[in-house]
């Protein structure tokens, strides 16, 4: 499967712990999302990369969340001192400069307890 | 700032229905706007998109969609829908330069046989 893939599927956390996920994009996209959905909404954006440079950071971005991009390859997003506001669905897309819209991963699925 | 906006949050249907699924989006520039759907347990994919062009746009799986640039509409058409269309369906619109995908809240779609 060449599309996007997301590790884990889903994680279940205590609070306060910290977790952190993976991203693999498309391999020719140089663009990559992180979004993260809630029950009953669409997904929301968090920040994105053009190749290892982090060009936009949403302010649902606290300062417990940081991601990065090493390589331009794939990402890793990190949630520190975990809350249980923190429980969603983590969403990964990667697009290329074309502007053909973004394709996304399966999710990572965060339960805070 | 853009916005997108889902007027149906739940539209239950029987099969061979036709089906109309409302987006409005705030955007003053140029965009982009797109279908994303998500089927039970899976990732979202790209339904449809429109760049330019003919403002009628047509999809996978028989669907289309209308851009209406003075209504600031892209709504979603099937004219006859399957129990397989059941799934949840978001409409976007992203920023010309970043590819960031401003998503609605999405509609839940339930076709009965």
């Known amino acids: 499967d060449t599309g996007v893939s997301q590790d884990p599927r889903h994680k279940i956390t205590k609070r306060g712990q910290n977790v952190t996920f993976r991203c693999d994009p498309i391999?020719?996209?140089?663009?990559l999302y992180w979004y993260r959905q809630t029950l009953g909404q669409g997904p929301e954006f968090l920040t994105y990369?053009?190749?290892?440079?982090?060009?936009?950071k949403s302010r649902l971005l606290s300062d417990r969340f940081s991601a990065e991009r090493p390589k331009g390859s794939f990402s890793t997003l990190e949630i520190q001192r975990t809350e249980q506001g923190d429980s969603a669905m983590y969403l990964c897309?990667?697009?290329?400069f074309g502007g053909g819209g973004a394709f996304f991963g399966q999710g990572t699925r965060l339960t805070v307890v | 700032a853009q916005s997108v906006s889902q007027h149906n949050h739940h539209v239950i249907l029987s099969e061979a229905a036709s089906l109309e699924l409302g987006c409005n989006y705030s955007?003053?520039?140029?965009?982009?706007l797109f279908w994303y759907v998500q089927y039970p347990g899976q990732h979202l994919q790209l339904l449809l998109k429109?760049?330019?062009?003919?403002?009628l746009v047509k999809g996978i799986k028989g669907f289309e969609a209308e851009f209406i640039k003075s209504k600031f509409s892209f709504n979603l058409r099937k004219p006859s829908v399957q129990w397989s269309d059941t799934a949840e369906y978001f409409c976007?619109?992203?920023?010309?330069?970043?590819?960031?995908?401003?998503f609605g809240t999405g509609t839940r779609l339930q076709v009965f046989p």
């Open positions: 897309a990667s697009s290329d």
């Open positions: 391999s020719e996209h140089n663009r």
């Open positions: 990369f053009q190749n290892e440079a982090q060009l936009e």
């Open positions: 955007y003053g520039g140029t965009v982009n």
């Open positions: 429109y760049f330019s062009g003919d403002p």
């Open positions: 976007a619109v992203n920023d010309y330069n970043t590819d960031k995908l401003i």
